[in-house]
């Protein structure tokens, strides 16, 4: 299947896609809030989107702030249909986390980490279990040089590997491992997938990285559209080898490839399921979303005021129809592509259906 037609059949998949889209944005049911709690870590990844630094210029939110956003959301949403993910900076540089993890386990909220694996010991782990953690992801981004390089920390591949492999005997956790593609990594797949099978890994995503923070200045973490393509093309057959499944990121609109890279047609939920508590406060969808985006911050606005009245630039995205996507015919699938996308402005940095016509 090229990634420029799209079957007769698909567009009618996308239309039933449309339609159920169409639907969640007018229930705009609460599915999961990222909590950003802290802008501190222990590596200085060179497509860091934050620019989080080992001393962050915001301090840490403290724990009953968030908490307290998390009672005032509680009468509102079926408390075990909304997953908490609590990310960064790394979130296991806090001491406190199983502190906040049983408290949302006594208020019956599902929730997990995102982590790089550098401080997750066996004892750390056993100590988040223990407080009820439901989930978590640990970052692996090629082999150790590769790794290294795009994460800045010599033993990062190795902790991170470690992790991993310690995650593969836990059989009541959810976990995944998440991988950057890049210039570097991206030649290299066909052996890291089979290095991953051989650490016990059986879901697997795959993102690419957008020149925004630090991933501007590198170039060379771009892929060519060649690259990207083929990168598609290695996912849909990784997936027809069902030896790991594996998924393409939620970051964009695939045309031909919509449903053969990740389980589901594209959709953007920035805002329609899905919001974010920042380190400041500030009140967000998708925490990789432009700060000026933010609809509002927990220490002036109520939370649930905020997500039940505001976010109409996320649910009403017309206002995307402007420069490459103003004739573009696909835009009612798209919608003007992820909301990570865009810039301050709302101009689109990247498109990925073009980058497969060119």
């Not at 296991?92 to 906040?100: I, P, W």
């Not at 890291?192 to 501007?216: D, N």
Request: glycine share 8%; with cysteine.
């Amino acid at each position: 299947m090229s990634g420029v037609s799209i079957s007769l059949r698909k567009r009618i998949g996308l239309e039933l896609a449309r339609k159920i889209r169409e639907n969640r944005k007018k229930q705009h049911a609460l599915r999961q809030l990222f909590w950003e709690c802290t802008h501190r870590c222990n590596l200085s990844c060179k497509h860091c989107g934050s620019d989080c630094k080992q001393s962050a210029v915001h301090k840490d939110m403290p724990a009953e702030d968030f908490l307290a956003v998390i009672d005032s959301i509680a009468p509102f949403v079926e408390m075990h249909k909304v997953s908490i993910i609590i990310t960064g900076g790394e979130p296991l540089v806090r001491q406190d986390l199983e502190t906040v993890g049983m408290e949302l386990y006594k208020r019956e909220f599902p929730w997990g980490i995102v982590s790089n694996g550098l401080l997750l010991t066996r004892r750390r782990l056993d100590s988040l279990l223990a407080a009820g953690m439901h989930a978590i992801t640990i970052s692996l981004d090629g082999f150790e040089e590769a790794h290294n390089w795009l994460r800045g920390h010599p033993q990062s591949f190795t902790r991170a590997s470690e992790a991993i492999r310690m995650l593969s005997g836990e059989k009541e956790l959810r976990w995944d491992v998440v991988t950057c593609v890049n210039g570097r990594n991206f030649k290299d797949l066909p052996r890291f997938k089979e290095y991953l099978i051989e650490l016990g890994v059986k879901e697997w995503r795959i993102f690419t990285i957008f020149p925004v923070g630090r991933a501007a200045e590198h170039p060379e973490l771009q892929l060519s559209d060649a690259d990207f393509t083929a990168l598609l093309e290695f996912i849909k057959q990784t997936r027809q080898e069902k030896t790991i499944r594996l998924n393409f990121a939620c970051e964009g609109f695939l045309g031909g490839y919509e449903a053969e890279v990740r389980d589901s047609f594209y959709s953007c939920n920035a805002g329609i399921s899905v919001a974010s508590v920042l380190v400041d406060g500030s009140i967000s969808a998708c925490p990789s979303i432009r700060s000026n985006f933010s609809q509002g911050n927990i220490y002036k606005d109520n939370f649930m005021d905020v997500w039940e009245n505001g976010y109409r630039t996320f649910r009403k995205r017309e206002w995307l129809r402007s420069g490459q996507c103003a004739q573009c015919s696909l835009f009612r699938y798209c919608e003007g592509n992820g909301m990570h996308l865009h810039d301050e402005t709302g101009k689109l940095l990247v498109c990925h259906y073009q980058r497969m016509v060119k």
